[in-house]
T-cell receptor
Framework: DAGVIQSPRHEVTEMGQEVTLRCKPISGHDYLFWYRQTMMRGLELLIYFNNNVPIDDSGMPEDRFSAKMPNASFSTLKIQPSEPRDSAVYFC????????????FGEGSWLTVV | SQQGEEDPQALSIQEGENATMNCSYKTSINNLQWYRQNSGRGLVHLILIRSNEREKHSGRLRVTLDTSKKSSSLLITASRAADTASYFCATDDNNDMRFGAGTRLTVKP
């Protein structure tokens, strides 16, 4: 398997623009997680899905952030409008829970908002 | 909110020395895991210890778990420069996976 695939790997955008981050989880995995990592706040859980259904979005910082999982093989994290303080690395990760909860991470999307 | 908290925040040692990192958590767990992150990369699973286990080994890694103290330690023996990375503990609280702030380990050649 190719692992968790994220795109884009790097994005630089201007404040106010819409940003869409994409994730393809490992086939057969039933949980998908979005994390944000910064030096100041570490690795924060933003939202997670089970079988495409959002379970806990309490970590989503503001209404400017939204996430969807229209099917088992695709998820998006959208920021609109983006702000400089959204600059971070955004990780997507997935698990097949019944096989044990080793979480597999993508390589991250490095977002810079200027 | 974060579940696990690692200490120290940063650790610098010489190659060949042992490195010990600690993790404390707040709620009951099914298991605790340790992950490694190289700079600019995603986290990679290292080892999992279940709540009914007290110690586990994998190569140069040794993990202990004390559920009464809600703490775990990761020991890397005979460290190498390639072990330089950040190390995180993670706990599964209600099926979500939360990580601590991590320990930044630097192994000097």
């Amino acid at each position: 398997d190719a692992g968790v695939i994220q795109s884009p790997r790097h994005e630089v955008t201007e404040m106010g623009q819409e940003v869409t981050l994409r994730c393809k989880p490992i086939s057969g995995h039933d949980y998908l997680f979005w994390y944000r990592q910064t030096m100041m706040r570490g690795l924060e859980l933003l939202i997670y899905f089970n079988n495409n259904v959002p379970i806990d979005d309490s970590g989503m910082p503001e209404d400017r952030f939204s996430a969807k999982m229209p099917n088992a093989s695709f998820s998006t994290l959208k920021i609109q409008p983006s702000e400089p303080r959204d600059s971070a690395v955004y990780f997507c990760a997935s698990i097949r829970w019944e096989l044990g909860n080793t979480i597999y991470f993508g390589e991250g999307s490095w977002l810079t908002v200027v | 909110s974060q579940q696990g908290e690692e200490d120290p925040q940063a650790l610098s040692i010489q190659e060949g020395e042992n490195a010990t990192m600690n993790c404390s958590y707040k709620t009951s767990i099914n298991n605790l895991q340790w992950y490694r992150q190289n700079s600019g990369r995603g986290l990679v699973h290292l080892i999992l210890i279940r709540s009914n286990e007290r110690e586990k080994h994998s190569g140069r890694l040794r993990v202990t778990l004390d559920t009464s103290k809600k703490s775990s330690s990761l020991l890397i023996t005979a460290s190498r420069a390639a072990d330089t990375a950040s190390y995180f503990c993670a706990t599964d609280d209600n099926n979500d996976m939360r990580f601590g702030a991590g320990t930044r380990l630097t192994v000097k050649p």
